[in-house]
């Protein structure tokens, strides 16, 4: 249980990818929750960052907007971006930093899909994916289990 981990941890990290099954059931959904991304931000350096894997902003738009709001909610600036992935479709992640993020200047050299352009593209949402009102997910209310279940049931009728 990666909350569990995180009561328990004590060593602090950079970087953190968050790569979680989809918010399917309350058991996975207390782990897109402002209280997770709190224990999570105690094991970040000052500097630190993580991103994680927020579902679909096109097919599950409420769902990926309430992982947005959560994770300013506890505390961090969101830096939400998206891309087509073949397997998945077009899928959305959000960048959480204590500070404004800032795009890289330059890109390392030899990279076969991002450049300049495409990097861009990542944080620009069309208007069937931009922002929508939602509810922060904490432990009490489970919002995000709420959102995702009505938004994928819709899209599998």
């Known amino acids: 249980d990666a909350m569990a981990w995180l009561e328990q941890a004590?060593?602090?990290?950079?970087?953190?990818?968050?790569?979680?099954p989809d918010p399917s059931n309350f058991s996975l959904g207390k782990l897109y929750?402002?209280?997770?991304?709190?224990?999570?931000?105690?094991?970040?350096?000052?500097?630190?960052?993580?991103?994680?894997?927020?579902t679909s902003p096109l097919f599950a738009r409420q769902s990926f907007w309430c992982v947005v709001r959560t994770v300013e909610?506890?505390?961090?600036?969101?830096t939400p971006y998206h891309v087509y992935v073949p397997s998945f479709g077009e899928w959305g992640f959000v960048l959480a930093t204590r500070s404004q993020y800032r795009k890289?200047?330059?890109?390392?050299a030899g990279l076969r899909f991002l450049t300049r352009e495409t990097l861009d593209q990542l944080f620009?949402?069309?208007l069937d994916m931009r922002p929508v009102e939602v509810e922060v997910n904490r432990l009490?209310?489970?919002?995000?289990?709420?959102?995702y279940e009505s938004e994928w049931h819709a899209i599998e009728r």
Do not use: C, K, M
């Open 73 to 78: 909610d506890a505390g961090f600036q969101s």
């Open 10 to 20: 004590d060593e602090i990290f950079d970087f953190a990818v968050v790569d979680l």
């Open 140 to 147: 009490h209310n489970q919002a995000l289990v709420r959102y």
């Open 124 to 126: 620009d949402f069309p």
């Open 33 to 54: 929750t402002s209280l997770f991304y709190r224990l999570l931000g105690r094991r970040l350096s000052e500097s630190g960052a993580f991103a994680v894997q927020s």
């Open 104 to 108: 890289p200047e330059s890109l390392p």
